[in-house]
């Protein structure tokens, strides 16, 4: 017998409000996105997402919210590469890398361990979210927000520091600080979209719009756009098509921004070879 993953959500949201919160998602994960990728951390979302399976079997064991479980590992493990970094001992990339695949590793150990062989993890690693509740629909609105006002309110420091770290300091801009706000908010992201597209598919929705947006976009604002507009096409059409034809959301979302992705690139490359 499967042991399902499952959070104490209520009788599953209606369709709309299921919409409203994944486009209200990704209105905040595009942008934040975007920025990810100037900076070169477009590694960093996919390490949250492995590193948080080690909440998902805690919370699987204790029969709690595994979205809880998500947000205090992600978080957790963003305070610690943080901090670390800071001292210098080693770049970002191999503190996530650590992290990523040996929390990734704990984690599915300890859910095989102690549930079995035959736990069933796709749901919160693809994503399942024309199963989410009314109560995770909108804490995901509202969760989205506080990002979407975060970015918008710090985005010239953001995309400065991202470009130039040198210069916005030497413009008195608090860069490292609101870098260390921005990994805490992919954090805090990454628990929000979990049943979206789930854990692996995460890094996807934050980094492929945005790359996507790159091959078409003159100035970060219009990269920001494009990668904003690009999500939302994806996410509606990939939340019609799953209901439609009984898909799993996240694969399909995904899917979609990399048909946009190729096709931006595509027309790119042939407006520069024609």
Known sequence: MHEHVH?????????????????????ASAPAGAVLLWRRFA??????????????????????????????????VAAVVILMARRGELGHDALLGAFAHGLLALGLL??????????????????DMLHSGAYE??????GAVLVGLFLWRNWNTLVLGALSEELALAEGLPVRH???????????????????VGLLLFSALLVIPA????????????????????ALLAM???????????????????AIIFGFFVIFHLAAWLRRVY
């Open 110 to 127: 300890i859910a095989f361990t102690v549930l079995g062989p035959g736990v069933e993890l796709h749901g919160v690693l693809f994503g």
């Open 137 to 142: 629909a909108i804490a995901m609105i509202i």
């Open 236 to 254: 509606a059409a990939g939340l019609v098509l799953a209901r439609a034809f009984a898909l799993p959301s996240g694969p399909a979302i995904v």
């Open 7 to 27: 959070d104490i959500i209520g009788p599953v949201a209606p369709f709309w409000l299921i919409m409203l919160s994944g486009l209200a998602l990704v209105m």
């Open 43 to 76: 590694y960093f979302g996919d390490a949250l997402g492995h590193a948080a399976m080690l909440g998902v079997a805690l919370m699987l064991v204790w029969h709690l919210p595994v979205i809880a479980g998500v947000a205090v590992v992600a978080l957790a």
């Open 178 to 196: 609101a870098q260390m706000a921005l990994m805490l908010a992919m954090a805090l992201l990454l628990a929000l979209a979990a049943k979206a």
């Open 211 to 230: 790359a996507a947006a790159r091959a078409l976009a003159r100035t970060p604002e219009q990269m920001a756009g494009i990668a904003i507009a690009v």
